[in-house]
């Protein structure tokens, strides 16, 4: 314990050497250091020290953290975070509820304390990893969260058990902004974060190669790898603020995760994968594949045995890859007789019937969701690719047709792109490459300025950026005329970046209940910081399509950021946005 504590020590003196570089000491009578660390196994602890200069506050707070590291039985820390206060507001508690009701939910970055001398004070990173304001379920009425926040001072014992914490005992708060670096003792590796901005909190980046990019996937991969159960099906999703698996299950996002494994080991070969993607390819046969009268469909047994036509299409792309990874024409027949269902619920105008029930095969809904549309059409492209029955691609001509005149763009979905990328391949015809087009260009802006992660709009970059060469490999840039293609090709790189703020770097994870479960996973903050199997799915085939497809594009293999639009200030939703 003794040399465990003097090389944490050391560790926490460079790391204040290191950061302080960069800190300016704000006009305040005094400094503000905190210091936090994580072995990985449950929440950070913080230690919080005040001084005439950022010295002496930083060895108060030291000396608090070495008294804890000698004692922890959890045992020694891998992760160090610190944070330097550079601005402080005493405000009423009124006005913190308005300044948290006026951002986006779970989107507050500043810290609080309940006295001046801080004592009782929470990083933005405990805030929202400790849940430590309650939302309403509107994402409105923010208030301070009495029962978490007593539970937290009870844990780190500032408090004792007969005592509670009430926010009726509150009048005024000081609300601060911090500068931060992060030190990952298991990598020995040092990093700046970023202090404001959507970034804040996270490492600083502002270009990515192939080794970084390949290797943050792979980590995220390894996190969604994890989930995979011994019987094939996935852990839906988690929590993380106390570490709680999210009820339900859907066999579409079950599809969507399989394949997220599958690109995973086509882009690192990583035999690890087999495995996983073995259990979870057979889940999904033995338990959703289900036969017919002349066909054969998938169904969702955990959503009222409803056959949807998104998971037909999912189910096919699922088949085709298992069979190239492994080698077997096995399921490929399925994969026909699942195309035949595709086929059954087209309509006579080109669209298809979304939801059907089984085992009477009744109509539940003529349409649900513009993605199951793509999906079913992606599918059907992709068998067509492989098998080339004309019947497939009269299919998706005829889809397309009715997508067109009833200008599906406006949806600008990330399966329809798939679909007509595929489809320019083998029908380059000009119609199709304009709603192609339209599809991204039209929301371009949106794409942009759009402050979460979102991480669907990567995967309809890239299909977009697959027709886009093609369009020029075909002398039909007249195509593109009108079309600003810097806006396009900056979306890229904004979109790349920007979904990095959504991974459970360790820096972030630290702060939550059971951070070596939750590292790396993709989470949405304003659903609680969730992740879900979707979630981590879409960003994993987003960024190995992005490595495989497009990075070589790039002078360097190097992606730099690109700032862009409204991402520093602006917290509201666009006009007729629906989160996702």
């Known amino acids: 314990m003794e040399d465990n504590a003097k090389d944490l020590k050391n560790v926490l003196n460079e ?74 507001e005493k405000i009423t508690l009124d006005e913190l509820y308005r300044q948290i009701r006026q951002s986006k939910r779970n989107y507050y970055r500043k810290g609080f304390a309940l006295d001046e001398f801080y004592q009782f004070a929470f990083l933005e990173q405990e805030v929202n990893g400790a849940g430590l304001i309650r939302y309403g379920d509107d994402g409105s009425g923010a208030v301070l969260h009495d029962h978490n926040i007593t539970v937290f001072l009870r844990n780190r014992k500032l408090i004792d058990n007969r005592v509670a914490f009430s926010q009726k005992d509150v009048q005024t708060v000081v609300s601060f902004r911090t500068q931060s670096c992060f030190y990952d003792l298991e990598e020995n590796q040092y990093y700046d974060l970023y202090d404001d901005g959507w970034e804040k909190g996270i490492r600083v980046t502002e270009e990515a190669d192939a080794a970084f990019l390949t290797s943050l996937t792979a980590k995220s991969g390894l996190y969604l790898k994890n989930t995979a159960r011994e019987n094939g099906q996935f852990v839906y999703g988690y929590l993380p603020v106390f570490d709680k698996e999210t009820p339900g299950y859907n066999i579409i996002r079950h599809c969507l995760s399989v394949m997220a494994l599958m690109e995973m080991y086509l882009l690192t070969g990583d035999e690890g994968y087999k495995e996983p993607i073995r259990k979870t390819y057979r889940f999904f046969m033995d338990r959703a594949v289900k036969t017919g009268e002349n066909t054969m469909v998938v169904v969702d047994r955990d959503n009222k045995n409803e056959v949807r036509l998104g998971a037909l299409g999912l189910g096919i792309i699922m088949i085709l890859m298992y069979a190239e990874i492994f080698g077997t024409d096995e399921d490929m027949e399925k994969a026909g007789w699942i195309a035949e269902a595709i086929l059954a619920m087209q309509n006579e105008n080109g669209d298809f019937t979304h939801v059907l029930g089984y085992p009477d095969l009744n109509v539940v809904d003529q349409f649900r969701v513009v993605y199951y549309s793509g999906e079913a059409c992606y599918g059907l492209m992709r068998l067509y690719g492989r098998v080339r029955d004309e019947r497939y691609l009269d299919a998706v001509k005829k889809a397309f047709g009715f997508f067109i005149d009833n200008h599906y763009e406006k949806y600008y979905d990330h399966w329809l792109s798939y679909s007509v990328n595929e489809l320019t391949r ?45 369009v020029k490999e075909l002398d039909k840039s007249y195509l593109l005329e009108g079309y600003n293609l810097d806006d396009f090709y900056d979306a890229l790189s904004v979109r790349l970046f920007r979904q990095m703020n959504g991974v459970l770097f360790p820096e972030m994870a630290m702060f939550y209940q059971n951070p070596d479960r939750m590292l790396y996973g993709a989470f949405i903050r304003h659903h609680a910081f969730r992740v879900r199997d979707d979630d981590i799915a879409h960003h994993l085939i987003g960024y190995c399509h992005f490595i495989e497809n497009l990075l070589p594009s790039y002078e360097g293999g190097t992606v730099r950021r690109v700032r862009r639009g409204t991402e520093l200030t602006a917290y509201e939703n666009p006009p007729g946005d629906a989160l996702r």
């Open 426 to 470: 083998v029908a380059p015809e000009d119609r199709y490459f304009e709603f192609g087009l339209k599809n991204v260009m039209g929301r371009i802006g949106f794409i942009i300025n759009r402050l979460t992660t979102w991480a669907t709009f990567m995967e309809l970059l890239n299909a977009a950026f697959g027709m886009i060469e093609r």
């Open 15 to 88: 790391v204040f050497r290191r950061g302080v570089k960069r800190f300016t000491p704000p006009e305040t009578d005094k400094q503000k250091v905190f210091v936090s660390f994580s072995s990985g196994k449950r929440r950070a602890e913080t230690f919080t020290g005040v001084g005439n200069t950022a010295e002496t506050a930083f060895d108060a707070a030291k000396a608090k953290a070495l008294k804890k590291a000698r004692t922890d039985p959890v045992g020694p820390p891998k992760w160090i975070y610190m944070a330097f206060v550079t601005g402080e």
